[in-house]
Antibody, heavy 120, light 108 residues
């Protein structure tokens, strides 16, 4: 059974850097074809894909946020880390991580999500 | 970037009725890379349909997906009380993922 769980600060100040960790079980990011992505959802709004990292360290970023995002993996810890720089109140959202298999194009399953509020 | 437009924004139906949700893409999407998700309040999205028409594990057969090119449809044949939720379509192409804005299915 695959499970994922997001962790990180619930409150960050404008201009600060956000660091979120996705800790997963039931699969390994050293296995060919495996990927983990990050998706966010502002309160009451739609889903927005942010980034994805594959088993081979191949990385993909949303073009609109690419300059602010970095995704990394720690295979030994079964973790994926997302950093987002220069946080703004519009970045207030629930941040989800999710499993994806290379070549599939979808996310399944998802973590429970973590709400991050950007406010001074 | 491919934009997905879902309609209607809100659909009001009664249990037992048939629901038809639309997802239209601004450019042609490979059917292999079109998915549908269900999201209930306070919960993470759940994969319903992948590859435009394949049901994910454990998804009841009252859920079905169809379509190709730029027009895709999610159909719920007979609505159960637990089906009232928000539904999102999502596509993958050119190493990018995009979601539609969602359709809220509410009880009439």
């Amino acid at each position: 059974q695959i499970t994922l769980k997001e962790s990180g600060p619930t409150l960050v100040k404008p201009t600060q850097t956000l660091t979120l960790t996705c800790t997963f079980s039931g699969f390994s990011l050293s296995t060919s074809g495996v990927g983990v992505g990050w998706i966010r959802q502002p309160p009451g709004k739609a889903l927005e894909w942010l980034a994805l990292i594959y088993w081979n360290d191949d990385k993909r970023y949303s073009p609109s946020l690419k300059s602010r995002l970095t995704i990394t993996k720690d295979t030994s810890k079964n973790q994926v880390v997302l950093t987002m720089t220069n946080m703004d109140p519009v970045d207030t959202a629930t941040y989800y991580c999710a499993h994806s298999a290379a070549g599939t194009g979808w996310f399944d399953p998802w973590g429970q999500g973590t709400l991050v509020t950007v406010s001074s | 970037e491919i934009v997905l437009t879902q309609s209607p924004g809100t659909l009001s139906l009664s249990p037992g009725e048939r629901a038809t949700l639309s997802c239209r893409a601004s450019q042609s999407v490979s059917s292999s890379y079109l998915a549908w998700y269900q999201q209930k309040p306070g919960q993470a999205p759940r994969l319903l349909i992948y590859g435009a028409s394949s049901r994910a594990t454990g998804i009841p057969d009252r859920f079905s997906g169809s379509g190709s090119g730029t027009d895709f449809t999610l159909t719920i044949s007979r609505l159960e009380p637990e089906d009232f939720a928000v539904y999102y379509c999502q596509q993958y192409g050119s190493s990018r993922y995009t979601f539609g804005q969602g359709t809220k299915l509410e009880i009439k």
